[in-house]
């Protein structure tokens, strides 16, 4: 039976990648798959496969069609988790689609893919 394995990034500098995403979300780097075009991360609490990451020469898209949304529960953990991304070499973008009162802040992490970081106290379901 078919079944979704787990989101996979396309970067540019593999190691890069994985010091900014093992700590932007509390993962761990994998032996599993290990390759030197790929790797796979893991809960740091032992929650199996959460993201692979996988060398590539494709260019980025200013515009993704598919993007990680990250959550937190209110605008003060927003405001403090874009700070905290930044630090770790997340970038601001300069983001022309922005709707009227975002429940969202776009970052692009340190090989330019863009993610979000959603507030869930402001978003339209209400979380």
């Given at each position: 039976m078919l079944r979704l394995g787990l989101?996979?990034?396309g970067v540019s500098d593999l190691?890069?990648?994985?010091e900014f995403w093992t700590a932007a979300l509390n993962l761990v780097a994998d032996d599993e798959w290990a390759s030197?075009?790929?790797r796979?991360?893991?809960?740091?609490?032992?929650?199996?496969?959460?993201?692979?990451?996988m060398s590539s020469t494709s260019p980025l898209e200013p515009y993704?069609?598919?993007?990680?949304?990250?959550?937190?529960?209110?605008?003060a953990e927003q405001e403090a988790e874009v700070a905290?991304?930044?630090?770790?070499?997340?970038?601001?973008?300069?983001?022309?689609?922005?709707p009227p009162n975002p429940d969202f802040v776009v970052l692009?992490?340190?090989?330019?893919?863009?993610?979000?970081?959603?507030?869930?106290s402001s978003a339209p379901s209400g979380g």
């Open positions: 989101p996979v990034i190691p890069r990648a994985v030197d075009g790929w796979t991360l893991v809960g740091a609490d032992g929650a199996g496969r959460v993201l692979g990451l993704p069609r598919i993007h990680l949304d990250l959550f937190v529960d209110t605008a905290r991304l930044k630090e770790l070499g997340a970038r601001d973008v300069d983001w022309d689609r922005y692009a992490d340190p090989d330019g893919n863009r993610f979000c970081v959603v507030d869930l």
